[in-house]
């Protein structure tokens, strides 16, 4: 079965700090990747994706993920973080054909960004 | 306004009782997910619909069923609470095929007491 694994429960930062969450998932096949953010109070929105080609995905606000199959990782970065990025980030991953076909998420990383 | 409409937004209610969250999915969009997101488990798949068939299952408990109407919009059924079932309900919705991403609502906090 699919699982992901995010390596940090919270990650505190100051502004304008580099940002790296991890994520590693484990599945043999062909999976879909993403990365979610939850601002408090609110519903889980997609931050990017990654279903195919280039390896290094760029999405919304300033994020960027890359995908490295040797290592079974889907890691999020930023390079300088703002005070309104405090949140909540999910990475899940998504296999292809079956009962492996819906999206597992990882049990979350909390940013929390000091101004 | 994600365009998955969850209601309601809150519910408070006794061990024991039965409680019905409903979920309106994106426009055209013909599976719904519903997933639990609690402190301990974080967020937790637990079953999917496509066009009104059941298409997987994760880890919902016998006491939880859930179906999908003919226009699509879906209902998870909750029966038997226990305070352990005090979680945010997500519902999603997607095109179905694998080259989509899924949509979320906001969500319904449910609190047994």
């Known amino acids: 079965a699919q699982s992901v694994s995010q390596h940090n429960h919270h990650v505190i930062l100051s502004e304008a700090a580099s940002l790296e969450l991890g994520c590693n998932y484990s599945?043999?096949?062909?999976?879909?990747l993403f990365w979610y953010v939850q601002y408090p109070g609110q519903h889980l929105q997609l931050l990017l994706k990654?279903?195919?080609?280039?390896?290094l995905v760029k999405g919304i606000k300033g994020f960027e993920a890359e995908f490295i199959k040797s290592k079974f990782s889907f890691n999020l970065r930023k390079p300088s973080v703002q005070w309104s990025d405090t949140a909540e980030y999910f990475c899940?991953?998504?296999?292809?054909?079956?009962?492996?076909?819906?999206?597992?998420f990882g049990k979350g990383t909390k940013l929390s960004v000091k101004p | 306004d994600s365009g998955v409409t969850q209601t309601p937004k809150h519910l408070i209610t006794a061990t024991g009782q039965r409680v019905t969250l409903r979920c309106s999915p994106r426009?055209?969009?013909?599976?719904v997910y519903w997933y639990q997101q609690s402190l301990d488990q974080g967020l937790q798949f637990l079953i999917q619909y496509y066009n009104g068939e059941e298409r997987a299952k994760g880890n919902i408990l016998e006491r939880f069923s859930a179906q999908q109407f003919p226009d699509l919009h879906s209902e998870l059924n909750l029966s038997s609470l226990e305070l352990g079932d005090s979680a945010l309900y997500f519902c999603a919705s997607s095109g179905g095929g694998h080259n989509y991403g899924y949509t979320f609502g906001s969500g319904t906090r449910l609190t047994v007491v």
């Open positions: 599945y043999g096949g062909t999976v879909n």
């Open positions: 899940a991953v998504r296999g292809y054909g079956g009962s492996q076909g819906n999206l597992i």
């Open positions: 990654y279903f195919s080609g280039d390896p």
């Open positions: 426009s055209g969009d013909l599976s």
